[in-house]
């Protein structure tokens, strides 16, 4: 079941996999009990897949806001969105704002996130979202219907702000994680590429991880992650895991005719039969 189309997502995220989703969903396992993101972003496997069951993670905690919103109080927010427009006083004004209630923390999170650069989500040390507005001034920001149909899906979702160690420590058997990590910053001189424009997932994260996905794979959970092709990434996964290339155009760049090609690794722990 698809609510958003294929590559459709409802908010734009700089390294959102869009673009990869039909090769992603031909790699998948036939069967799972439970799906599950720890590194939600912008969910577009997720919204592409319409699973019955799913648990969504994120450490942001305005991106996990922003969907509960969106699920649970779905006509407000919906109302409030489609009455604002595209404008780059507006969007400063917007970005320097401080909401303090669930709703109007959605309303600022999405709007910055339908009008800034390249759909990038970064702060500064004081954790005030810094990222410029781009040069996109859309006549129409949201589809009403596009809205409706994720608040829909949401509703089979489970929603943590919290840590991938966290999220991931609720799997159990026969359960599914798609696991899409960010690159970290060295990535972009001889890792690959960056397409995260953060501190915040370092290569002590990656070796972190590396080591939970072994203990889930031991537990017999089902495993598909997304990373890097660069060997000081790499050699921090299990290496019995099967390992595809996929290569993609990436999204982060102001023109789309200057985004080059990238690589990157799909690691599973299943054979799909």
């Not at 648990?55 to 305005?62: K, Q, S």
Request: positive net charge.
């Amino acid at each position: 079941m698809k609510t958003q189309g294929e590559g459709r997502t409802i908010l734009r995220w700089a390294g959102s996999k869009r673009r990869l989703v039909k090769r992603l969903a031909n790699l998948l396992p036939r069967r799972w009990e439970n799906y599950v993101e720890p590194m939600a972003g912008a969910a577009a496997l997720f919204f592409h897949l319409g699973p019955r069951k799913a648990l969504l993670g994120d450490i942001n905690p305005e991106l996990v806001n922003f969907y509960k919103v969106l699920r649970n109080d779905t006509s407000e927010l919906i109302s409030r969105l489609i009455s604002l427009r595209a404008s780059k006083t507006q969007y400063y004004v917007i970005r320097e704002s401080t909401p303090t209630s669930e709703l109007n923390r959605a309303i600022r999170f999405a709007y910055l996130n339908r009008l800034c650069w390249n759909g990038l989500y970064r702060v500064n040390q004081k954790g005030d979202f810094n990222v410029p507005m781009g040069d996109r001034l859309p006549r129409k920001l949201w589809d009403p219907e596009e809205l409706n149909a994720a608040a829909r899906q949401l509703r089979r979702a489970k929603l943590v702000n919290a840590d991938f160690e966290t999220t991931l420590g609720r799997l159990k058997a026969g359960d599914f994680a798609f696991v899409d990590p960010p690159y970290p910053r060295g990535a972009q001189t001889g890792f690959g590429f960056n397409r995260y424009a953060t501190d915040f997932f370092s290569f002590e994260d990656h070796i972190r991880l590396g080591r939970i996905i072994e203990q889930l794979d031991r537990r017999g959970v089902l495993l598909m992650v997304l990373l890097s092709q660069s060997p000081d990434i790499l050699r921090h996964y299990p290496l019995w895991f099967n390992r595809i290339p996929l290569r993609s155009k990436s999204l982060i760049s102001s023109r789309s005719e200057s985004r080059r090609m990238v690589s990157e690794i799909v690691m599973t722990n299943y054979v799909r039969s």
